[in-house]
């Protein structure tokens, strides 16, 4: 783990938690911070499983098969995802040298906003190969929409298939086309649970999935929990090589009419990173919303020269 701020120690923490890890490390810029999270993180360990947790440097990464990368300047107040990328994108550029100098096997999973802009850039940075990069793009979004959507419909969250795609920020999409509780059409579920004016209320929902970040920072000046959760989530997939399928941050190739550009879509994630990226059917409106977060990507990335 690269990175020891909030989302850093709070996925470390969460990892910690899942006990399917035999060993972590903590890197910082300040040394002591990874050593006091290790500490403290470590001490849980009688509640979970046996396991090695320390601070180190970029030697002790040599044989690691995930990296994660959460250092990064923080989202403020009234500042979009968007606004961070400059800053990160140097840091990133100190980072990734250092850590292919040592390993160039790793899987790289890269949390820093904005998410999608700064795994485009580790890619470009690293020149691995675009399977072996990937964001943790909208899987926080996509597990928001389906916490907000049963909380809604009154069912279970995880009985509730829907996804977020395209940009890890404002102008990504909720695909309501392949919705489905269960396998009950989404608009069918919502009329047998007597909901009316669904149509609103999905608008509603899809707009609080949006902007949860900003009402979150606005709150209590960052965001950690949910992000922590999802990051533990996708490292066991890696680690246990699930293949499950999940709204990463990948390099689309041609795919969706998007070509050199990290965009977050439904993609089969195993121990060899994004194995199969998946092109799921999309509506005209929902085919002209990715475009329109395609655009707003691409004008970032043509702006960075890398």
Same mark, same amino acid.
């Given at each position: 783990?690269?990175?020891?701020?909030?989302?850093?120690?709070?996925?470390?923490?969460?990892?910690?938690?899942?006990?399917?890890?035999?060993?972590?490390?903590?890197?910082?810029?300040?040394?002591?911070?990874?050593?006091?999270?290790?500490?403290?993180?470590?001490?849980?360990?009688?509640?979970?499983?046996?396991?090695?947790?320390?601070?180190?440097?970029?030697?002790?990464?040599?044989?690691?098969?995930?990296?994660?990368?959460?250092?990064?300047?923080?989202?403020?107040?009234?500042?979009?995802?968007?606004?961070?990328?400059?800053?990160?994108?140097?840091?990133?550029?100190? %980072?990734?040298?250092?850590?292919?100098? #040592?390993?160039?096997?790793?899987?790289? !999973?890269?949390?820093?906003?904005? /998410? +999608?802009? *700064?795994?485009?850039?580790?890619?470009?940075?690293?020149?691995?190969?675009?399977?072996?990069?990937?964001?943790?793009?909208?899987?926080?979004?996509?597990?928001?929409?389906?916490?907000?959507?049963?909380?809604?419909?009154?069912?279970?969250?995880?009985?509730?298939?829907?996804?977020?795609?395209?940009?890890?920020?404002?102008?990504?999409?909720?695909?309501?086309?392949?919705?489905?509780?269960?396998?009950?059409?989404?608009?069918?579920?919502?009329?047998?649970?007597?909901?009316?004016?669904?149509?609103?209320?999905?608008?509603?929902?899809?707009?609080?999935?949006?902007?949860?970040?900003?009402?979150?920072?606005?709150?209590?000046?960052?965001?950690?929990?949910?992000?922590?959760?999802?990051?533990?989530?996708?490292?066991?997939? %890696?680690?246990?090589?699930?293949?499950? #399928?999940?709204?990463?941050?990948?390099? !689309?190739?041609?795919?969706?009419? /998007? +070509?050199? *550009?990290?965009?977050?879509?439904?993609?089969?994630?195993?121990?060899?990173?994004?194995?199969?990226?998946?092109?799921?059917?999309?509506?005209?409106?929902?085919?002209?919303?990715?475009?329109?977060?395609?655009?707003?990507?691409?004008?970032?990335?043509?702006?960075?020269?890398?």
């Amino acid at each position: 783990m690269i990175g020891c701020g909030f989302v850093g120690s709070s996925s470390a923490f969460a990892m910690m938690r899942s006990g399917v890890f035999s060993e972590l490390v903590l890197l910082d810029v300040n040394r002591g911070k990874a050593e006091g999270e290790a500490m403290d993180i470590a001490h849980g360990l009688p509640f979970s499983r046996p396991m090695r947790i320390y601070a180190g440097d970029y030697s002790d990464l040599a044989d690691c098969a995930l990296i994660v990368i959460s250092a990064g300047a923080n989202q403020k107040p009234g500042e979009t995802r968007l606004d961070l990328v400059k800053k990160n994108v140097a840091i990133l550029g100190s %980072i990734i040298p250092q850590i292919t100098a #040592v390993n160039r096997e790793a899987i790289l !999973l890269i949390v820093s906003n904005p /998410v +999608d802009i *700064l795994t485009w850039a580790a890619q470009k940075i690293s020149g691995l190969p675009p399977q072996q990069v990937i964001g943790s793009g909208t899987v926080l979004d996509t597990a928001r929409l389906k916490y907000l959507l049963g909380e809604h419909l009154r069912v279970d969250s995880r009985s509730v298939h829907a996804v977020i795609i395209g940009e890890h920020g404002d102008s990504e999409l909720a695909v309501w086309s392949g919705a489905n509780v269960s396998g009950v059409d989404l608009d069918h579920f919502c009329e047998l649970q007597e909901i009316t004016d669904y149509d609103k209320v999905l608008e509603l929902i899809y707009k609080n999935v949006r902007d949860s970040a900003y009402e979150i920072i606005d709150r209590k000046g960052a965001t950690y929990y949910g992000i922590a959760a999802s990051v533990a989530r996708i490292a066991q997939c %890696i680690v246990r090589d699930e293949h499950s #399928v999940m709204p990463v941050s990948v390099n !689309l190739q041609g795919l969706y009419g /998007v +070509d050199d *550009l990290c965009m977050s879509v439904p993609a089969v994630v195993g121990r060899d990173g994004a194995e199969k990226v998946l092109e799921i059917e999309l509506s005209q409106e929902e085919q002209a919303a990715f475009r329109k977060s395609a655009q707003t990507l691409k004008e970032v990335a043509e702006s960075l020269n890398l």
